[in-house]
């Protein structure tokens, strides 16, 4: 017998909202050989809404140095952890970049840099104004995607103006949670501000978060509703890699089962989004992937992270062969 509170959640096939009190329910409810039936009907959402995996790679354009303290972070300038720090990559190493993932047949490109953000339009930014001119000039084809940190409603609009397709900044976590879990150097409102900057300005969003930071099932249903009031069109979803050096190095990983259910939940939530699964993928998830992605999953990040490894494309290009055997819109 399907469990009760599984059987209702079936209503979001049908256009339903699954609000708040049914997710905590099913969250605290379904355990066992009932969490197949839950990643089933997540597939199903996923398959009638979203049935294509899209797949993205990203630049780290700049690396550590950052002024702000979040918890997880190996480029906090806060935390010791050895990484590799440079300043702004050049235009060229940028194209460069860019060249290597559009010859592997990736039509997503991320846009990545360490630091607090852009609140004024300084020479720093304007040389990535420049950047993106001169890489959508060169690759037309390319789905642009900037993650710079936070902006102000000029920068924002500035950006908007060249080739930002879509704007990547996370909530990382319940929004009532950030001081506590990920940082107090900034506020999770400058982050909200910074989305609707964009949107009022016709930028897509990626917004999503971290999962394994110590917060609790709650937390994640609280982030996932969050990112749904903002109507967002990509929720990217990462589970914590543990880093040496940073304050949550000793955390332990999170059970293969509860992202499982998290990332369902998150789908249930979110039915016609575009769910990302991105780092911890292959680290912490290790031969369960494969079940994640078939858990409401739609999108990945192939080829590495910002200073965390990856899989190859080629590799991930076989992954994603393998996935439509789950699918019933398998081209």
Wanted: charged share 25%.
């Amino acid at each position: 017998m399907l469990n009760k509170h599984i059987e209702n959640a079936y209503k979001v096939l049908e256009g339903g909202v699954l609000t708040k009190d049914e997710a905590i329910a099913i969250d605290r409810n379904v355990t066992g050989t009932d969490l197949l039936d839950l990643l089933s009907l997540a597939n199903k959402v996923r398959d009638k809404y979203c049935p294509k995996v899209q797949v993205c790679s990203i630049l780290n354009a700049k690396s550590g140095v950052c002024s702000q303290n979040c918890k997880f972070c190996a480029q906090s300038a806060h935390h010791n952890t050895d990484i590799e720090t440079y300043p702004l990559v050049t235009k060229e190493q940028a194209l460069k970049a860019l060249k290597v993932v559009h010859d592997s047949g990736v039509r997503s490109f991320g846009y990545v840099t360490s630091g607090h953000g852009y609140i004024e339009p300084n020479d720093e930014f304007y040389y990535i104004i420049d950047t993106l001119d001169a890489m959508y000039e060169q690759f037309p084809d390319m789905k642009f995607c900037v993650s710079i940190g936070i902006l102000s409603k000029e920068t924002a609009k500035i950006l908007s103006e060249h080739h930002c397709g879509r704007y990547n900044i996370n909530l990382q976590t319940a929004p009532a949670k950030y001081a506590e879990l990920i940082a107090d150097t900034h506020t999770i409102q400058d982050k909200i501000n910074t989305v609707k900057y964009l949107q009022s300005f016709g930028v897509e969003i990626c917004c999503g978060g971290i999962f394994g930071l110590g917060e609790s099932s709650t937390d994640r249903i609280d982030m996932a509703l969050a990112v749904r009031e903002l109507d967002v069109e990509g929720i990217p979803l990462n589970v914590l890699v543990p880093i040496p050096g940073t304050p949550l190095e000793k955390l332990p990983i999170m059970q293969p089962a509860e992202v499982a259910k998290s990332f369902a939940l998150f789908r249930l939530l979110n039915p016609t989004k575009m769910i990302k699964f991105a780092a911890g993928r292959e680290t912490t998830l290790k031969d369960f992937q494969g079940l994640l992605m078939i858990s409401g999953v739609n999108a990945l990040m192939t080829g590495g992270y910002l200073t965390t490894h990856g899989r190859s494309v080629d590799e991930d290009k076989e992954f994603i062969k393998r996935l439509k055997l789950f699918s019933s819109n398998p081209k």
